[in-house]
Nanobody, 129 residues
Framework: QLQLVESGGGLVQPGGSLRLSCAAS????????IGWFRQAPGKEREGVSC????????DLADSVKGRFTISRDNAKNTVYLQMDSLKPEDTAVYYC??????????????????????WGQGTQVTVSS
């Protein structure tokens, strides 16, 4: 079982930046696509970004394109979400999730379904002046 731990959240002013980290432990010898999701109060969880197991394919939700960047360091079993030009509407709990794939691939998706194999506990991001 793969365990995921998010970190890097906090309070930031509009226009500021944060870098979230998603550190994996446990059964890390497999291949995993990683997704970042967020959930604001009273709203459904939505996909923000994803990166394939190979790292060669990424995707971003339209609402964050041009502002967020996803990357991964497989040697450190860590995926990063760099968030720039933050807006109040980016306020949410951010979660990372892992989906096991059989080999290095370009598989990457922003959808909640089909279900992801592992989820982290989430990290709060608050954008406010």
């Amino acid at each position: 079982q793969l365990q995921l731990v998010e970190s890097g959240g906090g309070l930031v002013q509009p226009g500021g930046s944060l870098r979230l980290s998603c550190a994996a432990s446990g059964f890390t010898s497999g291949y995993y696509a990683i997704g970042w999701f967020r959930q604001a109060p009273g709203k459904e969880r939505e996909g923000v970004s994803c990166i394939s197991s190979s790292g060669t394919r990424t995707d971003l939700a339209d609402s964050v394109k041009g502002r967020f960047t996803i990357s991964r360091d497989n040697a450190k079993n860590t995926v990063y979400l760099q968030m720039d030009s933050l807006k109040p509407e980016d306020t949410a709990v951010y979660y990372c999730a892992a989906y096991r794939v059989p080999y290095f691939s370009t598989y990457c998706r922003l959808s909640i379904s089909p279900s992801w194999d592992s989820w982290g506990q989430g990290t709060q991001v608050t954008v406010s002046s």
